[in-house]
């Protein structure tokens, strides 16, 4: 399958931005098996993870400390899709946003590595 982020942009600090990241060949009973997951870039830093999400049976939620109580990760698995809001932002979540996909449970998550699939990225960017 193919991950495809949007959303990212220019905003400033204490501003909100909804990412969204669609995918494209799965089908629904593949898709919503998959552990979907937020991770972030920023210049000369390591990718780390921000947010995941796993919703076969139930849905669970995991968050880096950075995230918790300023962003929500959601999902749609009839429209193949997980959202990240984010609201309060701060300068230093000035990243590149990725989507990624493991299947299965988020047992890897906030292992980068762990994750096979991963979209090209949208850029986020907070200025004061």
């Known amino acids: 399958g193919q991950l495809l982020e949007s959303g990212g942009g220019s905003v400033q600090a204490g501003g909100s931005l909804r990412l969204s990241c669609s995918a494209a060949?799965?089908?629904?009973?593949?898709?919503?098996?998959?552990?979907m997951g937020w991770f972030r870039q920023a210049p000369a830093k390591e990718r780390e993870g921000v947010a995941a999400?796993?919703?076969?049976?139930?849905?669970?939620?995991y968050y880096a400390d950075s995230a918790k109580g300023r962003f929500t990760i959601s999902r749609d698995n009839a429209k193949n899709t997980v959202w990240l809001q984010m609201n309060s932002l701060k300068l230093e979540d000035t990243a590149m946003y990725y989507c990624?996909?493991?299947?299965?449970?988020?047992?890897?998550?906030?292992?980068?590595?762990?994750?096979?699939?991963w979209g090209q990225g949208t850029q986020v960017t907070v200025s004061s």
């Open positions: 990624a996909a493991n299947p299965g449970p988020c047992g890897s998550w906030p292992r980068a590595s762990g994750f096979p699939y």
């Open positions: 060949g799965y089908t629904y009973n593949t898709y919503n098996r998959n552990c």
């Open positions: 999400i796993y919703s076969a049976g139930g849905s669970i939620t």
